[in-house]
C-alpha cells in the first residue's frame, strides 16, 4: 500500500495474554490499521499502537451511525504458516455496505494490504490451540463533527485484531435459539439488513435479551413485515437439513450475505449437495419437526464457525432436530471448514490467504 508508514509499540502487552481466560472480543492485539477519508481520497495510511483515539462528541457517527464492519479471521496452520480467510469476500462486502451507507468505498486491495500487513505485525497473537485465532474487525465510520442530518465530509477507516477461542460454549447440546415473532431484526424490501452495520445489531438487543432472559442462547429472526419468514439467527446464518436436503433462506436483502455461509454452500455442493436457497416459512419447520423430518439445524458465521442448533422454541413450544453429535453433517461440515483454515485439508478452492512474516 503506497505510503503506508508502521510505527510499532514500545511495551508489547502479549505477555500479559491469558490464552485461559480468553473472552471474544475483551482483549486487542498490540497494533491497529488506521486511514482517513479527507478532501475527496483516502489518505494517511498506518499501523500504530492499539489505543484510543481523538472523537469530537459531535462526530456524525455517533448520532446517525453512517457506519459499516467486518469481521474475518486469520489462523496459525499445523505448518505454522498464517492465513487469512477469504478476505477478498469481507473486503468486497465492506466495500457494498459503504456504498449502501454513503461511505466513500474502501479498494479492496487497499483492504487486503492492511489486514495482512496489520496480521503479520501481530502474528505472535495467534494461538495454534484447536479453535484459536485472531479474529479481525476493520470498521469505517463518519467522523466530521456536525449535527446535519447528511452523509460526512470526513471518515476514519480502523482496523484492530483480537485474540479468540470459540465464541459459544455450549457444549455438546447445541445453541437453542428462540423464535422471535414480536420483534424485527430489520425491514423488508430496501432496508439495510444486508449491510454489515451497527443499526443491524443494537435492534437485536432488546429481543436478545429477553431470549437470554428465558434461557435461550440467541433468536431465531423471522421477517420483518409477517414474522412467517426465517431470516437470520442472531448473529449467523441458519441451515435446515430437512431429510436429505439443505434448504437456507435465500439472500432476499434483509439477510446478512455471510462469507461462512457461502464457503458452505460451496462444500455442500462439492458433495453433490445442492442447497436450496429459497423462502423458509417457520410453518414448514414445524411440519417438518412434526413429520420426523427435521434432522439438524446449523448457524454459520465468522465468529461462531458452524454450530449445531439443539433446540428452537416457537410460541413456547420445542423443536428438537433429530440428530446431533459425530455422525452430523453439521460436524463435517465444520471439520472441513475448520480442516481447510487450519490447513490440515487440501485448500481446494484457494480461499485462504498466506500471511509472509
Ligand atoms: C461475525 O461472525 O463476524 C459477526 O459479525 C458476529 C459478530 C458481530 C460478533
Given at each position: 500500500m503506497d505510503g503506508l508508514v508502521v510505527r510499532l509499540t514500545q511495551?508489547?502487552?502479549?505477555?500479559?495474554?491469558d490464552l485461559d481466560r480468553l473472552v471474544f472480543g475483551e482483549v486487542f492485539s498490540d497494533h491497529m490499521f488506521a486511514m482517513a477519508w479527507r478532501d475527496g481520497a483516502w489518505r494517511d495510511p498506518e499501523i500504530v499502537p492499539y489505543g484510543p483515539i481523538p472523537i469530537e462528541p459531535g462526530a456524525m457517527t455517533l448520532h446517525y451511525a453512517q457506519m459499516a464492519f467486518e469481521g474475518l479471521k486469520a489462523f496459525v496452520g499445523v505448518d505454522g504458516r498464517v492465513r487469512v480467510f477469504r478476505p477478498d469476500r469481507n473486503a468486497r462486502r465492506l466495500r457494498l455496505s459503504c456504498r449502501r451507507m454513503c461511505i466513500p468505498e474502501i479498494d479492496e486491495d487497499d483492504f487486503v494490504a492492511a489486514v495482512t500487513r496489520l496480521v503479520a505485525i501481530d502474528r505472535g497473537w495467534i494461538s495454534d490451540r484447536p479453535g484459536h485465532g485472531l479474529y479481525i474487525r476493520p470498521i469505517v465510520f463518519s467522523a466530521e463533527?456536525?449535527?446535519?442530518?447528511r452523509p460526512s465530509n470526513a471518515y476514519r477507516f480502523i482496523v484492530m485484531t483480537c485474540p479468540v477461542?470459540?465464541?459459544?460454549?455450549?457444549?455438546?447440546?447445541g445453541l437453542s435459539l428462540k423464535v422471535e415473532d414480536?420483534?424485527?431484526?430489520t425491514a423488508p424490501h430496501g432496508g439495510v439488513g444486508e449491510a454489515k452495520t451497527s443499526a443491524n445489531y443494537a435492534t437485536t438487543f432488546a429481543a436478545g435479551r429477553l431470549a437470554r432472559d428465558d434461557g435461550f442462547d440467541q433468536v431465531l429472526w423471522l421477517d420483518g413485515?409477517?414474522?412467517r419468514y426465517v431470516e437470520e439467527a442472531g448473529l449467523m446464518n441458519v441451515f435446515f437439513k430437512l431429510g436429505d436436503r439443505v434448504v437456507t433462506p435465500a439472500?432476499?436483502?434483509?439477510?446478512l450475505p455471510g462469507v461462512t455461509r457461502e464457503s458452505i454452500i460451496a462444500l455442500l455442493a462439492d458433495r453433490g449437495i445442492a442447497v436450496e436457497e429459497r423462502e423458509v416459512a417457520i410453518d414448514e419447520i414445524v411440519g417438518a419437526c412434526d413429520g420426523g423430518a427435521l434432522e439438524e439445524v446449523f448457524v454459520t458465521g465468522t465468529a461462531a464457525v458452524v454450530l449445531p442448533v439443539g433446540r428452537l422454541n416457537f410460541r413456547q413450544r420445542d423443536l428438537i432436530p433429530r440428530r446431533a453429535g459425530e455422525a452430523s453433517l453439521t460436524k463435517s461440515l465444520h471439520d472441513e471448514l475448520t480442516g481447510i483454515q487450519y490447513g490440515r485439508i487440501e485448500d481446494r478452492h484457494g480461499w485462504n490467504h498466506p500471511v509472509e512474516s
Amino acid at each position: 500500500m503506497d505510503g503506508l508508514v508502521v510505527r510499532l509499540t514500545q511495551r508489547s502487552r502479549l505477555g500479559d495474554l491469558d490464552l485461559d481466560r480468553l473472552v471474544f472480543g475483551e482483549v486487542f492485539s498490540d497494533h491497529m490499521f488506521a486511514m482517513a477519508w479527507r478532501d475527496g481520497a483516502w489518505r494517511d495510511p498506518e499501523i500504530v499502537p492499539y489505543g484510543p483515539i481523538p472523537i469530537e462528541p459531535g462526530a456524525m457517527t455517533l448520532h446517525y451511525a453512517q457506519m459499516a464492519f467486518e469481521g474475518l479471521k486469520a489462523f496459525v496452520g499445523v505448518d505454522g504458516r498464517v492465513r487469512v480467510f477469504r478476505p477478498d469476500r469481507n473486503a468486497r462486502r465492506l466495500r457494498l455496505s459503504c456504498r449502501r451507507m454513503c461511505i466513500p468505498e474502501i479498494d479492496e486491495d487497499d483492504f487486503v494490504a492492511a489486514v495482512t500487513r496489520l496480521v503479520a505485525i501481530d502474528r505472535g497473537w495467534i494461538s495454534d490451540r484447536p479453535g484459536h485465532g485472531l479474529y479481525i474487525r476493520p470498521i469505517v465510520f463518519s467522523a466530521e463533527s456536525h449535527l446535519e442530518v447528511r452523509p460526512s465530509n470526513a471518515y476514519r477507516f480502523i482496523v484492530m485484531t483480537c485474540p479468540v477461542g470459540a465464541y459459544f460454549r455450549s457444549g455438546d447440546s447445541g445453541l437453542s435459539l428462540k423464535v422471535e415473532d414480536r420483534f424485527a431484526r430489520t425491514a423488508p424490501h430496501g432496508g439495510v439488513g444486508e449491510a454489515k452495520t451497527s443499526a443491524n445489531y443494537a435492534t437485536t438487543f432488546a429481543a436478545g435479551r429477553l431470549a437470554r432472559d428465558d434461557g435461550f442462547d440467541q433468536v431465531l429472526w423471522l421477517d420483518g413485515s409477517e414474522h412467517r419468514y426465517v431470516e437470520e439467527a442472531g448473529l449467523m446464518n441458519v441451515f435446515f437439513k430437512l431429510g436429505d436436503r439443505v434448504v437456507t433462506p435465500a439472500l432476499n436483502g434483509a439477510i446478512l450475505p455471510g462469507v461462512t455461509r457461502e464457503s458452505i454452500i460451496a462444500l455442500l455442493a462439492d458433495r453433490g449437495i445442492a442447497v436450496e436457497e429459497r423462502e423458509v416459512a417457520i410453518d414448514e419447520i414445524v411440519g417438518a419437526c412434526d413429520g420426523g423430518a427435521l434432522e439438524e439445524v446449523f448457524v454459520t458465521g465468522t465468529a461462531a464457525v458452524v454450530l449445531p442448533v439443539g433446540r428452537l422454541n416457537f410460541r413456547q413450544r420445542d423443536l428438537i432436530p433429530r440428530r446431533a453429535g459425530e455422525a452430523s453433517l453439521t460436524k463435517s461440515l465444520h471439520d472441513e471448514l475448520t480442516g481447510i483454515q487450519y490447513g490440515r485439508i487440501e485448500d481446494r478452492h484457494g480461499w485462504n490467504h498466506p500471511v509472509e512474516s
